[in-house]
């Protein structure tokens, strides 16, 4: 039996694993599933990386590492479009760790070094909902930290980003002595909705004025369906923003696991506490992990990886469309990510049943109530990754519309 949350019913988490071990079409987890490219396995197999990662002083020298170190924040900073800098002591400053999940929860701990520093311990944080859990879930685990969920349905649009309430409850959330935080994801998972660049300017703008510390996760930013031009926080900062930002390269290549996160800060008052938040938890990242995405990163920059895999989503969105045509389901298309939602609402079944039947289906996907935090929970979304090779796709899509041909409509 899978593990419930509080709220409801299996974590993002547990249904994915569910996804990936019971379903052979797995729709489930948002990273990619797809052929790597030639290079990927050729620099998996390279020989020099293997040896480079085995060394020790006196072959591996400080100046090895710093070269290894430079040639990865140089790889990165092209890839996200992150302005490059004359050195690790200059902003936006650029931190490598684990994953994603682990760039965020140190993202977290550095504001609580932060707000301790500044004698304001306790902090609000403004972030919307839905959006992907994790966030609810290392918020909810600090003591000290009360958050605050914006529901996105502007216009009465599900999903659709609402900045004016967002402003508003920024406003509304700050008080004396406490530290005020606001957390955006953008794009926003599972919704694939981005920020403007007016709105996260506005945004940007409150933050200054409010005192306030923004946090961007940008794991989207640069993979799904849009083209090469969702707005970055780096790319427009007002001066004397406190700024975060977290991007890491599982969603962009998937690759099973192998993966690095990266935290990006604004300013030298952040990064210090960045560092040390990163001190408690990592020596350093593995050098083999940081030499072979160095690597990948590059050959992705010659190759144009990230046109193709937008190719693919785009592919994939368009027989999604076309597939359901004939059913009651609605495909929410989102502007930017990999993933979709469906929407089962006309069919009578919850996402939960939806989900169960199609596990047995074979096909893997997400109950969309585990992406809602506050009292607003619909329960007739799914949501579908989209970077999946298109023949595997295409016939897991034959397979819902067939299991939901005959319901209502
Ligand atoms: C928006 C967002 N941020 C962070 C993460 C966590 O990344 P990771 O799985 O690499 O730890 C995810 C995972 O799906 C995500 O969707």
């Known amino acids: 039996m899978a593990k419930k949350t509080p709220q409801d019913g299996p ?10 071990h019971l379903a052979r079409f797995d729709l489930g987890p948002g990273y990619p599933q797809l052929p790597v490219p030639e290079y990927v396995t050729r620099i998996y197999l390279d020989d020099r ?13 400080p100046a090895s590492q710093a070269s290894m170190d430079k040639e990865l924040d140089s790889a990165v900073r092209a890839f996200i479009g992150l302005p490059t800098t004359a050195g690790r002591d200059e902003p936006p400053y650029l931190r490598t760790t684990f994953t994603g ?37 290392f918020l909810e685990e600090h003591a000290e930290i009360k958050p605050h969920f914006v529901e996105s349905r502007k216009r009465n649009r599900m999903g659709a980003l609402d900045v004016d309430r967002l402003r508003t409850a920024l406003r509304a959330a700050k008080a004396d002595r406490r530290t005020l935080v606001c957390l955006l994801t953008s794009p926003e998972n599972p919704t694939g909705e981005h920020w403007s660049e007016v709105e996260l300017r506005g945004i940007a703008e409150d933050c200054v004025e409010l005192d306030a510390i923004l946090i961007v996760d940008h794991t989207f930013a640069v993979s799904g369906v849009q083209s090469e031009t ?28 192998d993966k690095l996160g990266f935290i990006v800060a604004g300013d030298r008052g952040l990064v210090d506490f960045v560092d040390e938040a990163l001190a408690v938890m990592q020596f350093g990242v593995a050098r083999r992990q940081k030499l072979f995405f160095t690597q990948v990163i590059q050959e992705a920059i010659d190759s144009d990886y990230l046109g193709e895999l937008r190719t693919v989503c785009r592919q994939n969105l368009a027989v999604l469309v076309k597939g359901l045509k004939g059913t009651s389901i609605k495909v929410r298309k989102p502007s930017a990510g ?9 069919t009578g079944y919850t996402d939960e049943e939806v989900r169960q039947a199609l596990l047995r289906e074979n ?14 929970v619909p329960r007739s979304y799914v949501r579908v ?25």
Do not use: C, Y
């Not at 999940?101 to 504001?111: E, F, K, P």
């Open 11 to 20: 974590t993002l988490t547990v249904q994915e694993l569910e996804a990936a």
């Open 338 to 346: 990999s993933m979709a939602l469906l929407d089962f609402s006309a």
């Open 385 to 409: 990754a989209l970077a999946r090779p298109a023949e595997h796709f295409a016939d897991a899509v034959e397979l819902i519309a067939k299991r939901f041909a005959g319901s209502a409509g």
């Open 101 to 137: 999940s682990t760039a965020l929860d140190r993202v977290v701990s550095s504001v609580k070094r932060f707000a301790r520093a500044v004698k304001a311990p306790e902090i609000d944080v403004v972030t919307t909902t839905p959006s992907i859990d994790i966030m609810r879930l």
């Open 230 to 257: 969702i707005p970055k926080i780096w790319d427009l900062a007002p001066s004397g923003l406190r700024w975060l930002a977290t991007w890491d390269t599982g969603k962009t290549f998937g690759l099973n696991e």
């Open 363 to 376: 096909v893997g996907v997400i109950s969309g109530n585990v992406f809602f935090h506050g009292d607003w």
């Open 49 to 61: 990386i293997e040896a480079m990662s085995l060394q020790t002083a006196p072959a591996w020298t």
